[in-house]
């Protein structure tokens, strides 16, 4: 009889196997993270994307996968959250890092000065508890530098609005804001997601161009960024959003 995922799932050891099988593709975000980095090191900034991109994917769709197989029920000794935030930290934040300080969009030490506060800041906001909102926001910005650091190559940006935005992000990531999380928030849910969708269409655009798109492209990769900032201080005329998943 052949062996379903279905009766896998239903034998102690197949679900052992099914939740690390889960733990290995969040892991394998690091791997994408990696071969981002050695693209960075040659200067390949849409190769850099790319990967980058496909980390991204990974992270989101690992949780969905992780609530399926009951990762935190099945194998509590490893802790799906604490490998989720090593993963993002290098993918968000380590890696766009190394780009800002090395791809001279601004002048050295400028770009190492930004680097370190993106690190550093990024670094206290995955340590915190709180960020996390009751309706399931992110509290503060969200240490989305892999995103933030996509338009810095899309647009031609001045050196000193490239530090100004690295300086109020970094700040932000203090602040009492909302930012939208695009599955997790039930308000507008749906029209988020088709929104989600189509950004990662154009950026697929963007970076298969080189980061040079048509105007069209950056136009719609500029308007769904501004729908992402905005969402989450524009107030609800509801006090939550509705359930929590």
């Known amino acids: 009889m052949a062996i379903t995922s279905k009766s896998l799932s239903e034998r102690p050891a ?6 690390f099988a889960v733990h290995i593709f969040t892991a394998s975000g690091a791997v994408c993270g990696l071969m981002a980095l050695m693209a960075a090191v040659e200067g390949r900034w849409a190769i850099m994307f790319a990967w980058l991109g496909a980390a991204l994917f990974v992270d989101g769709i690992d949780g969905t996968m992780a609530r399926r197989a009951r990762v935190g029920e099945v194998l509590p000794r490893w802790s799906g959250e604490t490998l989720d935030q090593v993963v993002d930290y290098l993918t ?5 890092a190394f780009a800002v300080a090395s ?8 770009g190492v000065l930004a680097s370190v506060a993106i690190l550093v800041t990024s670094a206290l906001y995955f340590a915190d508890t709180s960020m996390k909102t009751e309706d399931l926001y992110f509290q503060g910005f969200p240490a989305v530098w892999n995103l933030v650091v996509f338009y810095f190559f899309l647009l031609p940006l001045n050196p000193w609005v490239i530090a100004g935005v690295v300086a109020v992000l970094s700040v932000g990531t203090f602040l009492p804001i909302k930012f939208v999380h695009p599955f997790r928030v039930v308000r507008l849910r749906l029209l988020t997601i088709a929104l989600l969708a189509v950004w990662a269409v154009l950026a697929i655009i963007a ?3 080189d980061m ?24 609800s005329r509801r006090r939550a959003d509705g359930p929590h998943d």
Not at 92 to 96: D, E, G, K, N
Not at 103 to 110: D, E, Q, Y
Not at 217 to 228: D, H, I, Q, R
């Open 212 to 235: 040079r798109p048509d105007l069209w492209v950056t136009v719609g990769l500029c308007a769904c960024a501004v729908y992402f900032t905005l969402f989450g201080l524009i107030p």
């Open 103 to 110: 791809a001279g969009l601004m002048p050295f030490w400028m």
């Open 92 to 96: 968000y934040c380590l890696v766009p």
């Open 207 to 209: 970076v298969v161009d």
């Open 14 to 19: 197949g679900r052992r196997t099914l939740a």
